[in-house]
């Protein structure tokens, strides 16, 4: 079994910044990719950045250039480090591991206030 610690999640002004965490553990021999994703009131969840075990990244285009993903595979982590935060990127903010398959976080919330 796999569990997934998400945190850094809380309210801000927009044009902050946030910092989410994510840590797995468990019956873990090797993560492929770790994500995380999103899911604001009334929509459906959307990818906002992955990345593979090679670093290899990928974006959501409404959040290149403002936010950056990263992971420490020896403490099997992901990171998600959001700048210049608008209201639109309030949403619950899911981790998303890929191992033999996928475990999600239990969401952590994000708010940007104007």
């Known amino acids: 079994q796999v569990q997934l610690v998400e945190s850094g999640g809380g309210l801000v002004q927009a044009g902050g910044s946030l910092r989410l965490s994510c840590q797995a553990s468990?019956?873990?021999?090797?993560?492929?990719?770790m994500g995380w994703y999103r899911q604001a009131p009334g929509k459906q969840r959307e990818l906002v950045a992955r990345?593979?075990?090679?670093?290899?990244?990928t974006y959501a285009d409404s959040v290149k250039e403002r936010f950056t993903i990263s992971r420490d595979n020896a403490n099997n982590t992901v990171y998600l480090q959001m700048n210049s935060l608008k209201p639109e990127d309030t949403a619950v903010y899911y981790c998303?591991?890929?191992?033999?398959?996928?475990?999600w976080g239990q969401g952590t919330q994000v708010t940007v206030s104007s």
């Open positions: 468990g019956s873990i021999f090797s993560i492929n990719a």
């Open positions: 990345i593979t075990r090679g670093g290899f990244t």
């Open positions: 998303n591991v890929i191992i033999t398959r996928t475990y």
